[in-house]
C-alpha cells in the first residue's frame, strides 16, 4: 500500500513553480502593450495630414447620396443627379486670385497716410534738434522730448531771459533763428507756453504777477518767429500759466529752476 503511494506521489508532476509561467506571460503582455502604446505615439505626421487630405478631396469630389447624386463610388443612378457640375479651370483660378487678393493688406486710407507723412517729419524735427544741441553743448538749457501731443522743445528762462524780465536776451537769438527755420516747412501749429515758479514777482517788477510775467514771456518768444524772422503768425499760439503746471519741487532751487521755462510744443494735428 506504501509503495502504491509512494509511485502516485512520483508520477504527480511538480505544480510549485506554475505561478512563474502566469508571471512570464504578463510581463510579455505588458511589454507587448507598452511597446504598441509607443509606436501610436510616434505618429508620422506628415503621412497623417497626406491620408487627411485624400480623405477630404474624396469626400468633396463626390456627389451627395442625399441629393441623389453618383456618390463616392459612383454607384448611384446618373439619370437623377442633382449636384452641380464641377467646376472649370476658370472657377479654380478665380478661387486662386481672390486667395492672393485676401492675403494683400489693404491700401491706406488719406487720413492714415497723412498721420505717416506727420509722424516721419516730427521725427526728422526731433532728429534736427537733438543735433543742433548737442553740437552746440546746449543739454542744460534745452531740452527735447517726444509727447502725445507733439514734439516738445523746453528752453530754461536763464537761456531766454534775465531774471524778472521778458525781453529775450541777445544770446537767445541763434538758437530761435535755427528753431524758425526749422518751423518753416511745417504745415502744424506752434505752441508756446510760459512758465514760472510760485516766487511772486518784486515789487520792482512792472508786471503785477506771475500771470503777466508768463504771458509776457511766451509772447516775446512768439514776437521773435513772427516779426525777426517772418512766420506765418496762423501757424502759432501762446499762452501763460505762471505757477499752475510745475515739473519740479517748488520747495527747492533747482526745482524752481527747472518750472521757469518756455516751451514751444510743435502740435500734432492728426492722432492715430
Known amino acids: 500500500m506504501r509503495s502504491r503511494n509512494r509511485q502516485r506521489r512520483q508520477n504527480q508532476p511538480d505544480t510549485r513553480d506554475r505561478w512563474m509561467i502566469t508571471y512570464a506571460d504578463l510581463i510579455t503582455l505588458l511589454l507587448i502593450f507598452f511597446v504598441i502604446m509607443f509606436a501610436m505615439s510616434r505618429l508620422d505626421i506628415e503621412k497623417y495630414e497626406t491620408i487627411t487630405?485624400?480623405?477630404?478631396?474624396?469626400f468633396k469630389s463626390g456627389d451627395s447620396l442625399l441629393e441623389k447624386g453618383n456618390g463616392i463610388l459612383g454607384t448611384a443612378d446618373p439619370y437623377t443627379q442633382v449636384n452641380p457640375p464641377a467646376t472649370s479651370g476658370k472657377d479654380d483660378e478665380g478661387d486662386k486670385s481672390s486667395e492672393v487678393k485676401a492675403d494683400t493688406p489693404a491700401?491706406?486710407?488719406?487720413?492714415?497716410?497723412?498721420?505717416?507723412?506727420?509722424?516721419?517729419?516730427?521725427?526728422?524735427?526731433?532728429?534736427?534738434?537733438?543735433?543742433?544741441?548737442?553740437?552746440?553743448?546746449?543739454e542744460d538749457q534745452i531740452h527735447v522730448s517726444d509727447l502725445p501731443k507733439g514734439i516738445s522743445i523746453t528752453l530754461s528762462d536763464r537761456f531766454l531771459f534775465d531774471v524778472g524780465r521778458a525781453d529775450l536776451k541777445e544770446d537767445s537769438a541763434k538758437?530761435?533763428?535755427?528753431?524758425?527755420?526749422?518751423?518753416?516747412?511745417?504745415?502744424t501749429?506752434?505752441?508756446i507756453e510760459g512758465h514760472t515758479d510760485s516766487v511772486?514777482?518784486?515789487e520792482a517788477s512792472k508786471f503785477k504777477d506771475?500771470?503777466?510775467?508768463?504771458?509776457?514771456?511766451?509772447?516775446?518768444?512768439?514776437?521773435?518767429?513772427?516779426?525777426?524772422?517772418?512766420?506765418?503768425?496762423?501757424?502759432?499760439?501762446?499762452?501763460?500759466?505762471?505757477?499752475?503746471?510745475?515739473?519740479?519741487?517748488?520747495?527747492?532751487?533747482?526745482?524752481?529752476?527747472?518750472?521757469?521755462?518756455v516751451e514751444i510744443t510743435v502740435l500734432r494735428q492728426l492722432q492715430q
Open 210 to 261: 506771475n500771470w503777466e510775467l508768463s504771458g509776457a514771456r511766451a509772447l516775446s518768444v512768439l514776437r521773435y518767429f513772427i516779426d525777426q524772422e517772418d512766420l506765418d503768425p496762423a501757424g502759432f499760439q501762446y499762452a501763460g500759466y505762471a505757477d499752475t503746471r510745475p515739473t519740479g519741487d517748488n520747495d527747492t532751487a533747482d526745482g524752481r529752476q527747472k518750472n521757469r521755462r
Open 107 to 138: 491700401p491706406m486710407t488719406e487720413r492714415e497716410l497723412a498721420f505717416r507723412e506727420q509722424e516721419e517729419e516730427l521725427l526728422n524735427l526731433m532728429n534736427m534738434i537733438q543735433q543742433y544741441i548737442k553740437d552746440n553743448k546746449l
Open 53 to 58: 487630405q485624400s480623405l477630404q478631396l474624396t
Open 189 to 191: 501749429i506752434v505752441s
Open 200 to 202: 511772486p514777482v518784486g
Open 175 to 187: 538758437t530761435l533763428a535755427k528753431l524758425a527755420s526749422l518751423f518753416r516747412t511745417l504745415d
